[in-house]
């Protein structure tokens, strides 16, 4: 497949935590066409296992659907902050336990068709209480689900993001060999 090339590209907004640009593009068949991307940075997941083999969730309201998510923790990686640490602070802030144990399950796009975003999906476990406070954590609850049930829990639809639901089945795999 021959890559599409740029002919221009022009940032229309900037905020916080996105950057939206067009780029007019050459199509591989020699057309000329548009893209609209989100600019996002990369970001971590989280499969965050307990002692008792429950999986940490977290219920929140997101304003994009307008309605309540479940889903597992995730979050940016600050400027300066390696993945493993984003882990960490993201577990602490949203889940209130800090993790001991920390290991990369995978990673992957969440959106490539009009989004940079690259998510490192990450295994948490031995975890403590140690919570952080971060201003956009105060609505967030913490729902643990057995292992056992992840499967029902997913074909019920009650999870309804891409990168939950990647990330739990892609953790159901691991464990049948791990």
Do not use: W
């Not at 400027?79 to 990369?104: K, S, Y």
């Not at 295994?123 to 729902?143: F, H, K, Q, S, Y």
Request: with cysteine; charged share 30%; hydrophobic share 40%.
């Amino acid at each position: 497949m021959v890559a599409e090339k740029v002919l221009s590209s022009k940032v229309i907004f900037e905020g916080r935590a996105v950057k939206l640009r067009i780029d007019t593009v050459l199509t591989a068949d020699g057309r000329q066409s548009t893209r609209e991307i989100v600019e996002h940075s990369n970001c971590i997941a989280v499969i965050a296992l307990d002692a008792d083999d429950n999986v940490l969730l977290v219920k929140q309201y997101r304003g994009a659907v307008g309605k309540e998510m479940l889903e597992i923790p995730a979050g940016g990686i600050d400027d300066g902050e390696d993945a493993e640490a984003a882990v960490i602070r993201e577990m602490q802030e949203e889940t209130g336990f800090r993790p001991h144990r920390v290991e990369r399950l995978t990673g992957f796009y969440s959106s490539p068709g009009f989004c940079s975003e690259y998510l490192h999906l990450y295994l948490a476990m031995d975890l403590t209480p140690d919570p952080l406070r971060a201003e956009d954590t105060a609505g967030i609850e913490v729902i643990r689900v057995p292992v056992a049930q992840i499967l029902h829990l997913l074909a019920s639809g009650r999870i309804e993001d891409s990168k939950s639901f990647a990330g739990l089945l892609y953790f159901l795999e691991y464990r049948k060999t791990h």
